[in-house]
């Protein structure tokens, strides 16, 4: 079992910049790969941005550039720095975990962009 507890959303202006955090814990020896998946109102769950063990990152074409992803072992902890953030980036932002086959998932932090 792998918990996620993600932080850091909030209200910003466009243009602005967010850092958003998960904290994970359990069986993070199983974790193979660590990602960020967002939901906007009315559409479905996309991925963000993904890492995996060997630091190899993937994002959505809607993000690149703006948005890093990266990971903190020592302090179990994956980050989503959002930077030039546009009110389309608003939605709930979710951890995700794969481990031993499985997905896990948190209870997600949402992210306003708005002025």
């Known amino acids: 079992q792998v918990q996620l507890v993600e932080s850091g959303g909030g209200l910003v202006q466009p243009g602005g910049s967010l850092r958003l955090s998960c904290a994970y814990s359990g069986t993070i020896f199983s974790i193979y790969a660590m990602g960020w998946y967002r939901q906007a109102p009315g559409k479905q769950r996309e991925l963000v941005a993904r890492?995996?063990?060997?630091?190899?990152?993937n994002y959505a074409e809607s993000v690149k550039g703006r948005f890093t992803i990266s990971r903190d072992n020592g302090k179990n902890t994956v980050y989503l720095q959002m930077n030039s953030l546009k009110p389309e980036d608003t939605a709930v932002y979710y951890c995700n975990a794969g481990a031993s086959g499985m997905n896990y998932w948190g209870k997600g932090t949402l992210v306003t962009v708005s002025s």
């Open positions: 890492i995996t063990n060997s630091g190899i990152t």
